[in-house]
């Protein structure tokens, strides 16, 4: 679920649909949740679909670190992506304002946090712009954004969340604990999707969380 203060706009006829701020949205904010109304699906249910949804699925979804396929059910599925992107997946699971968001301008993530299963040519052209999607841009760029993350989650108490009744309790126990010193920091590397047939990367993983 996307953040209530946004809404979808048409950007042009190469980028198509985006997400705007329809108010200002503060660092810190979390603008996305896995809520439970989230399309999911797994990696077999995807392989059996015909090719016109699998399209679909791979234009609009995104892969959580089990390879579960994650369609959203709102708007949230339309955000762009930037590589100075103002908003980022968290190894928490939601999405959060790393910059100030102003009323108008557009919401945007970082993709390299999707698990993409191929490059993608990037149309963002962006000032610093990657220019492709890699499929390790994870691997290369983690401690960067980890950083960014960690700056905006100082703010996490001082902002409005109205998205914070959507965060499972798992999730807000695991954030406040780390905000109240309880708990390690969790990396976007808990992003990353693991591979069924190494069961001891599983292992390592869950140890990491
Ligand atoms: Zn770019």
């Not at 670190?65 to 955000?79: F, N, P, R, T």
């Not at 999730?171 to 590397?189: D, P």
Request: charged share 25%.
């Amino acid at each position: 679920m996307i953040h209530p203060d946004t809404e979808l706009k048409h950007v042009n006829k190469d980028i198509g649909y985006g997400v705007f701020a329809t108010k200002p949205i503060p660092r810190g904010t979390i603008v996305y949740v896995k809520d439970l109304f989230e399309i999911q699906f797994t990696q077999e249910q995807f392989d059996s679909l015909e090719q016109d949804y699998k399209t679909l699925a791979q234009k609009y979804s995104y892969t959580d670190e089990q390879g579960v396929w994650i369609l959203s059910w709102d708007h949230a599925k339309y955000v762009n992506h930037r590589c100075d992107c103002n908003s980022i997946s968290t190894g928490y699971g939601f999405e959060i304002a790393i910059r100030d968001i102003a009323e108008g301008e557009e919401v945007t993530d970082e993709y390299g946090l999707f698990n993409f299963e191929h490059e993608l040519e990037l149309t963002c052209h962006c000032m610093n712009c990657r220019k492709v999607l890699r499929t390790d841009d994870i691997d290369t760029y983690y401690a960067e954004w980890d950083s960014l993350i960690q700056q905006a989650l100082q703010f996490v108490r001082d902002v409005e969340q109205p998205l914070w009744k959507f965060l499972d309790n798992e999730t807000r126990t695991a954030l406040m604990n780390y905000l109240n010193g309880h708990e390690c920091y969790l990396s976007v590397l808990a992003l990353k999707r693991v591979e069924e047939e190494h069961p001891y990367l599983i292992k390592m993983h869950k140890q990491a969380r």
